[in-house]
Nanobody, 117 residues
Framework: QVQLVESGGGLVQPGGSLRLSCVAS?????????????MAWYRQAPGKGRELVAE???????SYAESVKGRFTISRDNAKNTVYLQMNGLKTEDTAVYFC??????WGQGTQVTVSS
């Protein structure tokens, strides 16, 4: 019913920045579902479990993992059915596949972020 497609990943040097995007699509209900959903970004590093990075509620309230506070910013544009993750001051330990999630139910396919010199 809802497809999530992430983009914006890539290879960046330590201290660099990337902006991830996640667009929701799939049906005439997508816009309504998106507006009514808490959206989140998760990540999974090699050999590790999936962890919550940041989330944003329907009202715009945000929360972050301690490891990314002050460096990452989540935002949403309901008119575009899109959620963003601005990542600044990237560290090698931020290397992972980043996944978009809608209301704990829908997942994207992931986008690779590699931080390396």
């Amino acid at each position: 019913q809802v497809q999530l497609v992430e983009s914006g990943g890539g290879l960046v040097q330590p201290g660099g920045s990337l902006r991830l995007s996640c667009v929701a699509s799939g049906s005439i209900l997508t816009g309504r579902i998106f507006r009514l959903s808490t959206m989140a970004w998760y990540r999974q590093a090699p050999g590790k479990g999936r962890e919550l990075v940041a989330e944003i509620t329907t009202g715009g309230r945000t929360s972050y993992a301690e490891s990314v506070k002050g460096r990452f910013t989540i935002s949403r544009d309901n008119a575009k059915n899109t959620v963003y993750l601005q990542m600044n001051g990237l560290k090698t330990e931020d290397t992972a596949v980043y996944f978009c999630n809608a209301r704990g139910e829908y997942w994207g396919q992931g986008t690779q972020v590699t931080v390396s010199s």
